[in-house]
Structures are given as C-alpha cells and as structure tokens.
C-alpha cells in the first residue's frame, strides 16, 4: 500500500512564534557581535572610503625583508607599514605663527599654496590606528623631564616640529639654548626641556688645512677633516646624563656632496690615522662601531635611547646641485617607491636605503631602539620646501630644498609615533 505523500499543516501556536522570534534574535545579537569585534581594529575616524577599508580586509601587513628585532612595535601595532589616507578634515595643529619655526621651513609664510593639501593626507597603518598626539597630556607626562636631539639638521626639522606641537599646550613656552644645545625650548608649565644638540658626523671633525696639516696632505688637496671616529663631538658629549629620553641620528652628511674629493674625511682612531684610508661609508660604519658603545655606556638606563632612520630625499631630474626638482603636489603611489629608493635602480635618492642598512646592523646588539621613520616618509614627494625658501636668491644659491620638510607637514607624524612610543615606555616603566 502507498502511503500518501500529503500531510494536513498545523498553524504556529503563539508560544512557538515567540520561541523563534527569540532564537532569530540571538542570533542576530551574535552575529553583530562576532562582526563588531572584527571591525574593532579599524578606525572610527577613518574618511569613508571604501578602497581603504578593502585593502584592510584584502592585504595583511607585510614584513618588510630587511626587518629586524628593532622594528617599530607600540600595543601590537607596526606603524612602518601603511598608507596616506586623504582627509580633507584634518587640520594642523599650528600654524607659521610658532614662535620655534625655522624661515626655511615655514612654508606658508613663505607663499606656498597648496599647505592645506599637503596636510590633508593622513597616515593609517595597515593594522590599527595611529593616535595623533594630544600636546597637554603628552606634556603631563613628561613633566619635569626632559627630550633632547642629537644629530643634523634633519632632526632639526624634527625638533621644530615637536616644539611648535608642545606650544599649543603652554603658550608661555621659551626658547632654550643651554648646556650646548645648538636651539631647543622651554615650557614653564610643566617643566619641560626640549633641546637639539647639532652633530652631523656624532664623532668629532675638525678641518685641517693642507698649510698646516700634519702630516701634510697629498698634493692637489685643500686639505681634509680629520674625524676622531672614537670621540663625541664637542656638541653633545656632556649631556648624556642631561636627557630622559634622547633621539639620534647621523647620515645624510656621509656623502661626496658635503664632504668632495678634494676636501675628504680622514679618520683617526686614538690619535692614529686609521689605514688602509677608508671612504665614506667605511667611516660611518666605524663612527658607529665607537659611538653606539659610547652611548650604552655613558648614557644612564633609564634614559629611553632612540635612532631616527634616514629622512628620504626626493630629488627628480638630477641631485640638489644639478637642477634637481621635488615640485609635485601629490604623495607618490605605491608602484613608484621602489623606482625612486631600491638601491638597485641607482636613483638620486638611494642613499636613505643604503645609509639604513649600515645602521640596522650596528644596532643589533645594542638597547637602542630604532625610530624607523623611512618608508612612510618615502611617499611623500610632495611636502618638501622646494623654491620656498623664504629668500629669492636661495634656490640659486643652494638648489632646491628636496630634503628637508615643509611645517606644519610630514614631521608632525613622526612626532604622533615618538610620542606614542615614550608614552608607551613609560607606562610600562
């Protein structure tokens, strides 16, 4: 017998509705929690831009080949890694008015136009949001301490940075010029000292003329500088134990350019020339090889130590000297990075690379951290001062300014990640 295929449907009854309108409800709670979380690591203040939020889900952070144990990590996150973000939004946090700025730098006083763009770009790590900087409680937290820069004019344009940020927070901040800073402030407020202590080479360089040197030079010499690679220049070698926190860095002077084949570096070691004679990037490497000791050993343990990586050029048509141009108004794209640095392409600006490799390796065995602030400054072409130099006759004179930074500008991100790092540190004691 064939049973039949029918069957007579019964109504829900109202305590079975209300038991599977319950069930969809968990689950729907659920799911939005599962996906909340999910969502958690990205930015509230992300612009609404889709092609962002698909490369967040699309593109996992890539570690970098050259990566060491120094690496940038603050709360889980890699801040080298990312991407500039247009905003139109975002503001910045002060103006040509800083009391701290250097003329060269201050680009909107010296009639650039486009300011407002070029601080418009924001920069998001791949895996988590960048906290920008809040002037007074960053300031409450250093109270009573002090940061100081040891280096060349590239940190400089990062100390001025970092000033005129700060004199948001205590208008009544000073300038500062003691225990040999080359410039640097002070913000009565909260007891805060914040110095730059100029040292190109970190060692010590004296030029020797080719009437007095002894022993004399070569013929067809003007003469040399003698670098004592063993010995901190005058600038900074008492005030190790003066700092709570200290930022060095060193490299863009390593280079024909400042020091030419008729004026060279020759290094001494102990009062002795060191030979064979080494080139340039031999005697960075041996700077290093007696400076970073130095440091660890002079410099007290509870000073929080970083080195600054190189600060990229982005010279395009020729070198500084040679009708080299950086008049571009927008970030360079992601596809164009490796054509302008890889070494292997021998570009203009591929000394950033080269120099960074030379100072990873002789950092690897000291407690120096690495303020690695290359690669997202390698995008932006766009916010150097160029021909706005604040005076007519400086792009004749010097060329092009392709490697120090517009300010308000990129620098004040760097100063978003220091901050975050010694704010780290610090709460970590």
């Known amino acids: 017998m064939m049973h039949s295929m029918t069957s007579t449907k019964r109504p ?8 599977l309108a319950l069930s969809l409800l968990l ?28 490369k967040y889900r699309d593109s996992h952070f890539r570690q970098p080949s050259n990566a060491t144990n120094n690496k940038i990590h603050i709360l889980s996150c890699d801040y080298q890694r990312g991407k500039w973000v ?18 060269a730098w201050n680009c909107i006083k010296n009639g650039r136009e486009d300011m407002d763009r070029i601080n418009s770009w924001r920069w998001v790590p791949w895996d988590c949001n960048l906290p920008g900087i809040n002037p007074e409680d960053f300031l409450n937290l250093m109270k009573d301490r002090r940061i100081g820069f040891i280096g060349d004019s590239l ?29 640097g402030g002070y913000f009565p407020k909260y007891n805060v000292t914040v110095g730059y202590h100029r040292a190109v080479l970190l060692a010590r360089y004296e030029w020797q003329s080719s009437r007095t040197s002894n022993p004399p030079v070569q013929d067809g010499l003007m003469g040399f500088y003698k670098v004592d690679v063993d010995t901190p220049a005058d600038d900074w070698i008492n005030v190790p134990k003066f700092y709570d926190v200290l930022v060095f860095n060193t490299g863009h002077w390593w280079g024909k350019d400042k020091f030419p084949d008729d004026k060279p570096l020759i290094f001494y070691k102990k009062g ?5 004679h080494l080139n340039i990037r031999d005697g ?13 050993r002079e410099v007290p343990k509870r000073v929080l130590k970083f080195w600054r990586t190189q600060s990229p050029r982005h ?20 596809d164009q990075i490796e054509a302008w640095f890889n070494p292997k392409n021998n570009g203009v600006n591929r000394e950033a690379r080269e120099v960074n490799s030379i100072i990873r390796q002789s950092l690897l065995d000291s407690n120096i951290r690495l303020l690695d602030l290359t690669h997202l400054s390698e995008f932006r072409a766009d916010a150097h001062p160029a021909i706005w130099l604040g005076r007519q006759d400086a792009v004749s004179i010097w060329g092009q300014d392709c490697m120090h930074w517009c300010l308000p500008g990129v620098p004040d991100t760097w100063v978003d990640i220091l901050a975050a790092l010694i ?5 970590k004691g």
């Open 27 to 54: 689950l729907a709670s659920t799911f939005i929690y599962i996906y909340s979380s999910f969502l958690s690591g990205f930015s509230t203040k992300f612009p609404n831009n889709p092609q962002i939020l698909s």
């Open 12 to 19: 829900f009854t109202s305590t079975q509705f209300g038991c």
């Open 86 to 103: 247009y905003d139109p939004d975002r503001v910045p946090r002060y103006g040509k008015d800083c009391p701290f700025h250097r003329s």
């Open 315 to 334: 010279f395009y048509g020729g070198e500084w000297n040679k009708n080299g141009s950086c008049l571009l108004k927008n970030p360079l794209g992601e």
């Open 284 to 296: 960075l490497e041996e700077v290093l090889k007696n400076m970073i000791p130095y440091i660890q």
């Open 423 to 427: 704010k780290d540190s610090f709460e």
């Open 155 to 183: 940190n400089e344009n990062f100390l001025v940075a970092l000033l005129c940020t700060l004199h948001v927070a205590d208008r009544g901040a000073k300038k500062w010029k003691r225990k040999g800073a080359w410039r």
């Open 272 to 276: 002795d020339q060191i030979l064979p």
